[in-house]
């Protein structure tokens, strides 16, 4: 059940869904208390689904948590977030390898502009 | 937004030319980085922020500051009846400050009482004295077993309590972190602080454990 000193996160990806929380947190976006009732709130979704409890489950149900409570609060729009997602994969399927990948790219591989309301 | 992707294979020809485009992250990353690159646009996130809070929480917070609390509180009475009184302000004094304005609570293990810490709907945790939870303390069986059978818990993280010490649980909140004040070893009555420190645990600090001792401890401390 334990192990004295090990890294925090396990990938990339869990440390930049953890940073971005605590800075939306500090930015006003939502409280600490509103954070920890979506977390909670996705904890137990899975447990209630039995879905078993390995590491990568908590960045997971963090990761929803963190989707969920931005798309309600109308902060990012789950329309949007798919679209970037979209966008992404096609960027990085169209760029080569070694190369730097661009988002803006993706969105030109696919033919489409970034959805209105996220652009700069 | 610019990612830098290395290859992940050796170069080699005999492969499709369609595969020789960069490697897409798994489903989650992409996910995160949808989330990251849609409110960076929207001027909601700064990526140079994530970027210290993550160097911050790799580096710097960690269960280090809470063992220089709790050596501290070995050392000086009064330190520690502040930090008893007043955990957030005493620990304040230190240099250590929560960022999510929660409010602290420290408590202490005698030859009676032993403190356990739990957070049983999330992961709710001292992060400024301990930096990020261990895998464990966020898993279901540790937040569900910690309040239903705490004895054998500990028992398994090797704490053989006496049938006479009392267990209290305390379950962290987003408002209010614990933070467990071991029992100072025998043996270490002229010990400095800084010497102290290098025997406090984060398991001890959560109560899943005790600090260390002289002999347990190894080293030159």
Redesign the interface.
Known sequence: MRSDEQPPFEAPWQAQAFAMTVHLNECGVFTWSEWADALATERKRSADAGIADAPDQYYLDWLRALEGLLTRRGEAAAEDLTAFREAWVAAYETTPHGHPVHLEKGFEALGKPAPEGARR | ???????DRPMSHDHDHDH???????E????????????T??G???PG???A??ET??NDVGPRNGARVVARSWVDPEYRQWLLDDATAAIAHLGYQG????HMVAVENTDRVHNLVVCT????YPWTVL??P???Y?????RARAVREPRAVLR??GLDLDDSVDIRLWDS???IRYLVIPQRPAGTDDWNEEALADLV???AMVG?GRALTPDTAGGDA
């Open positions: 937004m610019v990612m830098t992707v290395t290859r020789d485009h960069s490697h897409v992250p798994p989650p990353a992409l996910r995160v980085q949808a989330l990251e690159s849609l409110l646009r929207k909601l996130v700064d922020a994530l970027e809070i993550i929480y790799s960022r999510q304005g929660e709907l999330c992961s709710c930096g990020i261990p895998t464990w966020k898993s279901e069986a540790y398994e993280f909140t987003a408002e645990t984060r398991d899943a």
